[in-house]
């Protein structure tokens, strides 16, 4: 990305977060302490909403950016398909987990704010870590 991009980029970013009432540094908080979890490759925060990603992070090649987008689509399908199913939605969807051989995506629902459904999405290599030491991590990090 080019400089003027970033700029734009960080501006928009600013107004949104400014606008929402969300701040900057709850969501460094959350990301930087997700990221030091043991076997996480990459980390992203974004609204479900708007799509805009709040913040991301990675140790690699993984274009997280890239990832946290069409996760949102998948996110948005789950909470589409729990709603035409009558599923009560917004409150029993707390995390979607998808694993592979060698990684685990999870997405989970953070209320850093009432107003806004903010998802975290993480990757994390499946040879490092496990389902439940990140699930057990992830709660003390998100209240």
Do not use: C, W
Not at 27 to 43: C, K, P, R
Not at 91 to 111: C, D, K, L, R
Not at 115 to 121: A, I, P, Q, V
Request: hydrophobic residues 40%; neutral net charge.
């Amino acid at each position: 990305m080019s400089n003027s991009s970033d700029a734009l980029q960080s501006r928009f970013l600013e107004k949104f977060l400014i606008k929402n009432n969300i701040k900057k540094s709850k969501i460094e908080n959350i990301l930087d302490n997700t990221f030091s979890l043991n076997g996480v490759m990459a980390v992203s925060l974004i609204d479900l909403k708007s799509g805009t990603i709040l913040g991301s992070m990675s140790n690699n090649n993984l274009n997280v950016d890239l990832a946290s987008i069409l996760n949102n689509g998948i996110t948005e399908k789950v909470i589409q398909m729990a709603k035409d199913i009558d599923s009560p939605t917004q409150n029993s969807i707390q995390s979607i987990v998808i694993t592979y051989q060698e990684q685990i995506h999870i997405t989970y629902n953070v209320q850093v704010i009432q107003e806004r459904e903010l998802y975290l999405y993480l990757i994390a290599n499946a040879k490092k870590t496990n389902l439940v030491l990140i699930n057990n991590m992830i709660e003390s990090i998100i209240k």
